[in-house]
């Protein structure tokens, strides 16, 4: 019998982690939610304009207050959807990636390399964001909307269907990858970090004999040390992601649609300093902080937690 643990296929692995972030974007949608409004909130505006939203609690008070639990998840339906190709794409691909590399460098494929995690990390991300942009795209336009407290440019999808549709109708097989280069950046930026940290910290939890490699403890801690890394390395990017998907279009004479204000993710981040200040960066990153910690602490805990039933299941308690 070998002595090297079996390995799930690309294929198990993506639905394992398309899975785990099903169940973690349903408690992290509300900060969502108010993560895009706050980002939108006196978008190149100086002194940051009139403010709707005080804060990320103020933001969900309001949206409960005026809207409802319909409004807390506004588009839930479609990031569900999203979150299959997006996280099944960079929990599976990760492992593929990062051993292949290190056998291109002719290093072993088990050895945890700083740098070879990291462009696994971001290469395994960029994937999931190239599939998944349409339906990212359609998430942040259905979470900016708003009926009581509008912030930015308003569309009101009935619901994912309708946004595709109408995308489609307004704006041409164009407009379901705008915004793609910014969402490639946010999402390799935290992906770089995400599951390189996610894997050092519990390997330091494991290899010192803190906690044991298979305690749901040890995936909560690994996972809340790598949701705080994904938080500090992606809020720009994300900030820009947001106002390119969101911000509103223009026709140019020879028919192309493209956006009003932004002509890139640095275009964006450029004109959001110039005008707010670095500060503008940072908007929403509490709200961002109270999404992206909870989503990554599940997202990873709950993938092992599947992976080894999964393992269990298929194979037997004795997969090696």
């Known amino acids: ?10 294929a198990e692995g993506f639905l394992c982690g398309g899975l785990a972030a099903c169940m ?17 909130q006196g978008e190149l505006v100086k002194g940051g304009g009139v403010k709707v939203y005080n804060n990320a609690f103020d933001a969900m008070i309001k949206t409960w207050k005026n809207e409802g639990i319909r409004g807390m998840q506004r588009g839930l339906g479609v990031a ?21 590399i290190n ?26 964001a190239i599939i998944g942009n349409p ?9 900016a909307y708003s009926p009581a407290l509008p912030i930015g440019t308003q569309r009101h999808y009935k ?27 946010r999402t390799a930026m935290g992906s770089s970090v995400q599951l390189p940290t996610y894997n050092w910290t519990k390997n330091q939890l494991v290899g010192n004999a803190i906690l044991p490699g298979d ?72 709200a961002h902080f109270l999404r992206i910690t909870p989503h990554t602490i599940i997202t990873l805990t709950m993938n092992d937690v599947i992976r080894n039933l999964y393992k269990d299941l298929a194979w037997g308690r004795s997969y090696v």
């Open 135 to 143: 339906l990212f795209l359609v998430k942040a336009r259905m979470q």
């Open 103 to 128: 056998r291109v460098f002719g290093w072993s494929s088990t050895d945890q390399i700083p740098i070879t995690s990291l462009v696994a990390g971001a290469a395994s991300g960029a994937v999931g």
């Open 215 to 286: 305690s749901v403890w040890t995936f909560l801690a690994s996972s809340s040390v790598s949701g705080v890394c994904v938080c500090l390395v992606m809020q720009p990017a994300d900030t820009a992601l947001t106002r390119m998907y969101n911000q509103p279009t223009t026709k140019l004479p020879d028919g192309r649609v493209v956006g009003a204000l932004y002509k890139s993710p640095i275009d964006c981040l450029w004109r959001t300093v110039k005008t707010e200040g670095v500060l503008g960066w940072y908007k929403g990153s509490l």
């Open 159 to 185: 619901n994912s269907f309708h946004a595709l549709a109408t995308i489609w109708r307004t704006e041409g097989i164009r407009g379901y990858f705008r915004g793609m280069d910014a969402a490639i950046l």
């Open 80 to 100: 569900y959807a999203y979150q299959i190709p997006l996280n099944g794409s960079r929990l599976s691909f990760y492992e593929p990636f990062r051993r292949t």
């Open 1 to 10: 019998m070998s002595t090297s643990p079996r390995q799930l296929s690309t």
């Open 24 to 40: 973690a974007v349903t408690i992290s949608n509300p900060a969502e939610v108010a993560k895009t409004r706050l980002q939108l």
